[in-house]
């Protein structure tokens, strides 16, 4: 199989997890481009349990908790400021 496969292809034929996990890994890569954090959650752990010595993954995942905590921070940042002004 070429190595240029597209990953749901890699995922529909392939048993090898080395090659599962990177398939995973490039449609959580992907889903992040679209804003969507749930689906890119999801590969990125399917990623981590079928390769347990690969560490993108996991950083992956650290990477998209640091968004939402980000995110968090922020909406309660404008929140606060929103009622900071409104009580003025």
């Known amino acids: 199989m070429p190595s240029e496969a597209h990953p749901v292809r890699v995922l529909m034929e392939e048993a090898d997890p080395i090659r599962r996990c990177a398939a995973h890994l490039a449609l959580g890569r992907r889903a992040i481009t679209r ?11 399917e990623a981590a349990d079928l390769d347990p ?32 002004k409104a009580n003025s």
């Open 35 to 45: 804003d969507d954090v749930v689906a890119a959650t999801d590969h990125f752990r």
């Open 53 to 84: 010595t690969d560490e993108r993954p996991r950083a992956a995942l650290l990477d998209i908790e640091g968004l939402r905590s980000d995110t968090r921070s922020s909406w309660g940042r404008s929140v606060f400021g929103w009622l900071f």
